[in-house]
Nanobody
């Protein structure tokens, strides 16, 4: 299982970006998909999650600004980020809870991260 994240970049405060993450490989099923972020000098934190039946949860800091979505047919998860603030600057990582093959245990797989920089 491999994850490829894309969509990061430099944006001014108040702007928008859309991150995408595609999972490849022989993936029997994906349970929860999520986005995390890690700002310089800080610990990695959870941004948003989406379950297999599309129930979503958000960190308080991004609620009403970010929207997580998934396409089960394409094994992708996206994060639409609006009204961006300088404090949203971080490396954003996607994560899926999935199987390496049928009947295998579920485990976490991480993408390589994509940098989002919000200028003031």
């Amino acid at each position: 299982v491999q994850l490829q994240a894309s969509g990061g970049g430099l944006v001014q405060a108040g702007g928008s970006l859309r991150l995408s993450c595609a999972a490849s490989g022989s993936i029997p099923s994906i349970n929860v998909m999520a986005w995390y972020r890690q700002a310089p000098g800080k610990q990695r934190e959870l941004v948003a999650t989406i379950s297999s039946d599309s129930n979503t949860n958000y960190a308080d800091s991004v609620k009403d600004r970010f929207t997580i979505s998934r396409d089960n047919a394409k094994n992708t998860v996206s994060l639409q980020m609006n009204s961006l603030k300088p404090e949203d600057t971080a490396i954003y990582y996607c994560k899926i809870h999935s199987q390496r093959y049928a009947y295998a245990r579920f485990e976490d797989f991480w993408g390589q991260g994509t940098l989002v920089t919000v200028s003031s």
